[in-house]
Structures are given as C-alpha cells and as structure tokens.
C-alpha cells in the first residue's frame, strides 16, 4: 500500500483511512488484519459527550450508556480476531465492553461504556470493520433480466446445436461450455445479502423501484431482439465469453436506462458496489468457467476455477453466426435472483421482483 496514498472508506459521508497491518494472521480467515482510522481533525476522533451519534442511537443507562449495531453472524469473526484479539483490542482502546453473540445466530453487537464518546468511538470502529471485511464476501445474490422465454430459448438451443456441428473442430468447442438454456439471462448488477434481513432489504428497494421502471416503459413490457453475438476480449482466438447482443426493438435507450437506473438506486442504498458508469447488456451464451473437468468448486462439481479456465477459438463462430437471430420476446420483470440455485423452471430462484406492466 502507498504510504502517500492510503485507501479510504466513506461511512455516512465520513472520510476514513485504512491501514494495514501484517502482525495478526486471522486463524479463521486469510485476509490481513485491517486498522482504519478517521481522517477528520483530531479533535473530532471522539464525539463531545452531548453529540448524537452519526448513524446509530447510543442509549443513556443506568450504568453508562449503550448501542446496538446489526451485523450479520458471518461478519462475527473479523470483530473478534485471533482468539479475540481484536474485539479485546478495541475495548481497551475505547474503554468500552463489546457484547458479540454466538457464532450463526443473528443477533446485534452491543456496546456499553461509561462515556458516550467512547461508545460512539467504539461504535465507528465496528462499523469501518464491518464495512471493510463485507466488501471481501462473495456475491449471494444479482439482479437480472430473465432471457429463458420459450422462442430465445429454441434459438438458442439452435445455435448450440449448429456451432458444435459446424465449429466442433476449432479449439476449446464443445458442449459444456454453453450456458443451460433455463438460465439465460442479463446481470445488472451483483449484491453480498449477508442474512435473511438484508434479503428483504433488498426486496424492498425492488419494490421501490417498480415506479420509475412504469414511468419509462408507460406500463408495458419491453419488446427485445436478441440478435448477434460478440466476445468479450481482445483476441477472437482466445475467448472465454461469448454473449448475445440485445436491444429493444424499437430502438429506444428503455431498457439501459431501466438497468443504469436500477444500479443508482442499490449503490445509494449501499446493497452495491458500482463497478462500471453505465450496466453493459448482454446474455452470456458461451463461458469456459462452464468447462467440466475434475476440478471441484463452490460454482458445482465439475467447474473451472478463474485461474484454470481453458480458453476457446470463437473465429469461425464469430464469421459463421455473428448476426444470428435468436429472437424476439416481452421482457416484462427484473428479478432479485440466488447465486447457485434453481426454481422449478430451471431458472434461478427469485427472492423478490418488479414488474414493468
């Protein structure tokens, strides 16, 4: 890490810097240690005992003062450090007691001190941890446009069909590399939903945005092309995905709207990290991480890791089928979906749901 330039976490429009540290090796985690501290003033590190707290309510007691956080058991552990170094670490520095519960039971972290700044100190420490360490969590859960209606589904299961007898012969073709038809779809965007409560976190700010989604398509669904193909990196010889292009028919900017929109929305209400400035559309067709061979991974038996991955020749594909037409459909629902499951369709289970109709 550049000295000159620390990496910075905004908490609650507070600027704070993170250091860190190579003396704590986490036995339950392989990530190093982090310190953050705040990069205001130092007379504003501690709260004056009559300011409030930022975000979260610090209740006068009879013994001092206290405040609850809500923090998903999975995140337990980056509080409590090697055998809880750092939670014991945290309450010396802020002279407070930090109350963890058992680990997989959802529950909040309370903190009680004899001072209110203390609490409050102790309270943005959690939360910068807490905040930092979330960002490390695999993706659980995305937002998408379902591409399985029937008619795309046949053009699809068509294309496969013709590549592999047309293309079989170029190398890295071959059928495990296609994406399942019951699961074709556009990602919007990925989110981290820790526990059931930010499950229906989400689902609610779904919901939320079922208004401006109406506003753009006047109440109806959105009619879509699904045609042509193109790849994702710089050499048509080695590619590792291939995906069909989709516009709406009536060549409007809907449908890109409706997604930059939906990302706007969940980045301002910290459910995702934005990752691009405008949601690049497009149905994965093809993928090598499908590849199967012996290696075992979260994504199922039988996938490639990143590192692993065997990339294909797509050149003939891409002369042979760049225009090919998949079809056209109604695309009316963008869908809260689960990372690694099925519903009763083949398609990925939905949490929640907004309709454009």
Known sequence: MDVLRPALININGRIYRRNVTNDSKEEHYEEEEEDVSYMGPPESEYLEEDEACDTKLIEQTDKGYRCAIEVPSVLYKYIIGKKGETRRRLESDTKTSISIPKQGVEGEIVITGSHKAAVSSAVTRVELLVESFRKKQPFTHFLSFPLSNPKIQEGFLTFKDEVLKQCSQDHGIEGSIFQNPAKLHMTIGT??????????KACEHLQQCQNFIRDITEGNPLAL???????????????????AKVNTK???DKL?????????????AG????????????GTVINTLFRKDSVEEAGGPGRQTMSEREAFDAR?????????????????TVLLSQRYSSDCTGYYTSAGSANFS
């Open 191 to 200: 989110l981290a939903l820790l526990n059931e409560t930010e499950v229906r």
């Open 225 to 243: 092309e699904v045609t042509g193909i193109e790849y994702m990196n710089d050499d048509p010889a080695m590619v590792d995905v291939l995906y």
């Open 250 to 252: 009536d060549k409007s």
């Open 256 to 268: 890109q709207l409706i997604a930059d929109r939906l990302v706007e929305h969940f980045v301002s």
């Open 271 to 282: 459910l995702m990290v934005r990752e691009w400035d405008r949601v690049k559309l497009h």
């Open 316 to 332: 003939n594909i891409l002369k042979k089928f760049g225009a090919y037409r998949f079809g056209e459909f109604g695309l009316n």
